[in-house]
């Protein structure tokens, strides 16, 4: 026969130790992450003005203060928009082929695979293959294009795998019911699906923006630097913000090292921003809002 | 608006195992006809054979005839979508969809296979969810989500929702069974009003149900685990429950087994 057992002193002594260590654990993991947005925030205001914002490094000899990162903030916003436009719709559609069509096949299969393999490929790695194949061989000029095809290199793995995650928690009984009302299969896709999913799909874009936005290998080998505004991405040399950091950072200069400090802080706002305006959308559609 | 459904010989499949075998049986109009019997027995798949639902499931396939108003539904050039449109069903769980508010739950089928106009829509949408019983719950709150419901106002709006594109037949996979008893006799009066319309096939493990509801039943068991379902017995429900011909009815009725 049993009785109703007391917690011993043992157990409470275990239950309070671990609960020691989660909480040990958890200050250690903020620590990095506070840290690092103390250090940006207190060294990136000193020059987070509005020269900064709206001019570039052109004409700014090695000794000036001033100057700005107007040129590059214009080239990562360009290249991480092109990357998200080649990379999102394909990176969607396969999601949405192994799910939805794949059924596991011989051809699921491969495409799992190789979409395993790129999540791992270097970011170095990638600029490298544009290097070689547009620039060199094609003959293509340097360019915030091609810069963008090495970003969404790296994109589409992680776009793929987030998407497809999402689209498998979307329940089975969804698809049937809409299969019941005699909707086609791509309709169900498009409509049920799709928006179902679109919360979860849309904060795993994101994610791959946010990786990408912080890639400087790449862009090196593929986008070269300027000193200047280019508006056009498609033609001739670009800067973005991670090159713009790693410039100034490795001049002599304590006025180009301030403007390293805040090109990086801009660049975790920027990051920042599109998070938030990408959650405003998510939130804005999702089914929870008017209950 | 409401059609015979006549089957010969239909054996369904999952891959290599055979669920149900050799199944024969009609199903007349504007009238009620319950399957029963124990879990595992096949009643949902015959159900799901019948609006070619089965087939969704990979690997899952079916031989045999079904017959609607003497046309084959499994016929090579038979758009298996057209027939969904012409035989509804609602699922065990109730399944708004979580993305659209009760009105567009009700005319998804409609919006998501065309056109209609504004006027129309609002026309469809009041008659199917009166037709539901549901009308007077949810006039005052039709754009808020259709998840937002309880359980058994959500199964009504699912209801809703499948006689909203006018099918000729309903089938229903056990509607009540996640639902409180109001709410079960709320759709077990709703199903009695339907009748008029549709043909309507439900699949229930609860035998008043069965007794209550129906007008015909059908008692599907199985030799043992792992081989395939039959049907035993099929007659007017009022003789199944008082006068069967088959010992095995009788058993699993009276509760000996099952």
Redesign the interface.
């Known amino acids: 026969m049993t009785t109703i057992q007391h917690i011993s002193t043992g157990r409470r002594v275990k239950d309070r130790m671990v609960q020691g260590l989660v909480y040990l654990a958890f200050a250690l993991a903020v620590v990095p992450l506070v840290s690092v947005l103390w250090l940006v925030i207190s060294n990136g205001l000193a020059r987070f003005d509005m020269e900064f914002l709206t001019h570039s490094m052109r004409n700014i000899g090695a000794r000036d203060a001033g100057g700005g990162a107007y040129h590059a903030i214009i080239g990562t916003l360009e290249q991480v928009l092109l990357a998200s436009v080649i990379s999102v719709p394909i990176g969607l559609l396969t999601a949405i082929y192994l799910v939805e069509y794949g059924?596991?096949g011989r051809l699921s299969r491969a495409i799992s695979f190789f979409v395993d393999v790129m999540t791992g490929i270097p970011s170095v790695v990638a600029g490298l293959f544009v290097l070689a194949f547009w620039i060199l061989f094609l003959g293509m000029p340097y360019s915030g294009f091609a810069g963008a095809m090495a970003l969404s290199i790296l994109m589409m793995p992680t776009v793929v795998r987030s998407a497809e995650e999402m689209l498998r928690l979307v329940?089975a009984?969804?698809?049937?019911?809409?299969?019941?009302?005699?909707?086609?299969k791509w309709?169900?896709i498009v409509?049920?699906v799709l928006?179902?999913a679109?919360t979860g799909i849309i904060t795993g874009v994101m994610l791959a923006v946010a990786r990408v936005a912080g890639e400087t290998a790449p862009l090196l080998l593929t986008v070269f630097f300027t000193d200047s505004i280019n508006n056009d991405p498609f033609n001739g040399p670009q800067m973005g913000l991670p090159l713009f950091v790693f410039d100034q950072a490795a001049r002599p200069n304590d006025t180009a090292i301030d403007r390293a400090w805040t090109g990086a802080l801009t660049l975790i706002l920027i990051v920042m921003l599109f998070n938030l305006v990408a959650r405003l959308i998510a939130w804005w559609?999702s089914?929870?809002r008017?209950? | 608006m409401s059609k015979q459904i006549q089957v010969s010989g239909l054996d369904a499949y999952y891959g290599g195992h055979k669920a149900i075998e050799d199944v024969s049986m009609t199903i007349e109009p504007r009238s009620i006809t319950a399957f029963i019997g124990p879990s595992g027995c096949g009643k949902s798949t015959f159900l799901r054979t019948l609006n070619r639902m089965h087939e969704v499931i990979p690997g899952a396939r079916v031989e045999g005839k079904v017959l609607l108003d003497g046309e084959d539904l499994y016929a090579a050039t038979v758009e298996p979508v057209s027939v969904r449109r012409m035989i509804g069903m609602v699922f065990q769980r109730p399944n708004p969809f979580p993305t659209m508010s009760i009105y567009e739950n009700v005319a998804a089928g409609l919006r998501l296979n065309g056109r209609t106009s504004k006027s129309e829509m609002d026309g469809v949408v009041e008659e199917s969810l009166k037709g539901a019983n549901l009308w007077n719950e949810v006039k005052d709150r039709l754009s808020k989500p259709g998840a937002g419901l309880s359980g058994g106002q959500q199964q009504r709006l699912c209801i809703a929702r499948a006689i909203a594109v006018k099918p000729q037949v309903l089938l229903m996979d056990e509607p009540c069974s996640a639902l409180d008893p109001i709410s079960t006799l709320a759709i077990e009066d709703l199903m009695a009003k339907l009748k008029d319309d549709f043909t309507i096939v439900i699949v229930t493990h609860n035998m008043q149900q069965a007794a209550r509801v129906s007008d015909r039943t059908a008692f599907f068991n199985l030799a043992e685990q792992g081989k395939p379902g039959k049907v035993i017995e099929m007659d007017e429900t009022s003789r199944m429950f008082t006068n069967p011909s088959e010992k095995a009815t009788e058993d699993y009725i009276t509760g000996r087994f099952g």
Request: cysteine-free; charged content about 25%; proline content about 15%.
């Open positions: 059924n596991g329940p009984d969804l698809r049937e019911a809409s299969y019941a009302l005699g909707v086609p309709r169900t409509k049920v928006p179902t679109l559609r089914p929870a008017g209950r």
